[in-house]
């Protein structure tokens, strides 16, 4: 055995225990339409007025709020001049998804007099706490002016109670012990856990710039996700199965070596979905089955390029390094359109489509280093290791076979 081809098996078993290690401890999130979750279409209140401004703001809004709430690629797009659809794969409580998301979150910090002094758009930071009894509490930061104006306030009602809304509902009224010069305070008011949790996520996305209601909510229940899952992965076993007897029967040896590579493709394209914490939706599983087939046809056209060499003449060892690379732009070319295109549906598709764009690129560059690295090491250790063997795998010198 060569040491360039010990270095490249020494590579390659490296890649795997990553690959491996990345699949033990990182999940691969289902999509919505495979776990199932929640539907829902928001619409702005009548009465407000509306551009593409306010509601791309009101999408930004969402964004983060949804982001907190710790939602897997969550799909949420504009639909016509005042409706809003987030789709929330994985979610279970209906209700709590929704008052998050659609909330209005108008923070309000008022003197004992009922004056607003400050609003959220003030809050720097807001992070889960505890108050000096250890019940749950939220600690928030002020930026400069909001501090200035939060200091003077207390400094002057020092004993008396400061209210302090959301939604023009009090959730705390505490007494002011002291001036507060930091700009820094806790929001009490005997808040659950759960509460306390819920106001932070409010708090750190900021107020929306226009009041939603909820038109239409649906959840996605489980049956149809269990389907969907029992379907996608039949119909790829039984086309993964296809192609590995293919390859075994048209290529014999050289074909189970690619049928080798294929499974090493596999274990590495759902470890990058894995370390990447990629949603896999029903266009991904398409994508990722699309990617099988190129991987193979990388394979395929090695191997004729190697019988093409065989045909001219050469020694089985000679042809196998000419045929990877005589094959190898032939499979750039063929990829690199492919990933353009994958690059198109990514960068102006949404949701499912950015899904199956984002699978089927990670395919196409692992299919690529499966076919050029992980192919080649094992064809030229086995070649090196019994040559007339192989040389009949891919007919004798001018054709005969």
Not at 305 to 327: L, N, T, Y
Request: glycine content about 8%; proline content about 4%; charged content about 20%.
């Amino acid at each position: 055995m060569r040491r360039q081809n010990r270095w490249r098996l020494a590579g390659i078993v490296a890649i795997l225990i990553l690959a491996a290690v990345f699949l033990v401890r990182l999940p691969i999130n289902p999509g919505l339409d495979l776990a199932g979750g929640v539907h829902v279409i928001l619409e702005v209140e009548p009465g407000y007025e509306t551009n593409e401004d306010v509601m791309n703001r009101v999408k930004l809004v969402i964004s983060r709020r949804v982001d907190n709430l710790g939602v897997a690629e969550p799909v949420i797009q504009l639909k016509g001049e005042r409706q809003i659809i987030v789709d929330l794969p994985g979610i279970e409580d209906q209700q709590q998804a929704i008052e998050t998301i659609g909330k209005t979150a108008v923070l309000e910090f008022k003197d004992p007099d009922g004056n607003t002094i400050l609003t959220g758009a003030n809050l720097v930071a807001a992070n889960l706490s505890t108050d000096q009894w250890g019940r749950p509490a939220v600690s928030f930061k002020l930026d400069k002016e909001g501090a200035k104006k939060f200091a003077e306030m207390t400094r002057k009602n020092i004993g008396r109670q400061a209210p302090i809304l959301l939604d023009d509902e009090v959730i705390s009224n505490p007494v002011i012990q002291s001036a507060i010069e930091n700009g820094e305070g806790q929001i009490t008011g005997n808040f659950t856990a759960d509460e306390a949790k819920h106001l932070v996520t409010l708090l750190r996305a900021g107020s929306l710039p226009v009041p939603l209601q909820v038109v239409e909510t649906r959840r996605v229940g489980p049956t149809l996700g269990q389907e969907s899952i029992d379907q996608s992965i039949s119909t790829m076993v039984v086309g993964v199965i296809l192609v590995l007897l293919y390859m075994i029967f048209y290529y014999r040896s050289p074909g189970f070596l690619a049928d080798v590579a294929l499974a090493i493709y596999l274990v590495l394209l759902m470890a990058a979905l894995a370390a990447l914490h990629a949603t896999v939706t029903l266009p991904g599983v398409a994508g990722l089955i699309l990617s099988v087939g190129m991987a193979v046809d990388a394979n395929i056209i090695i191997f004729e390029r190697i019988k093409e060499e065989r045909r001219k003449g050469k020694h089985v060892r000679a042809a196998v390094d000419a045929g990877f690379s005589r094959a190898f732009t032939s499979i750039l070319d063929a990829n690199v359109t492919t990933l353009i295109t994958a690059a198109v549906l990514f960068f102006f598709g949404t949701g499912p489509i950015k899904g199956f764009a984002v699978t089927l690129s990670l395919g196409i560059l692992l299919s690529m280093f499966t076919a050029i690295f992980v192919t080649r090491t094992f064809l030229t250790m086995l070649v090196d290791w019994n040559p007339k063997r192989f040389a009949n795998s891919f007919g004798k010198v001018g054709g005969a076979e």
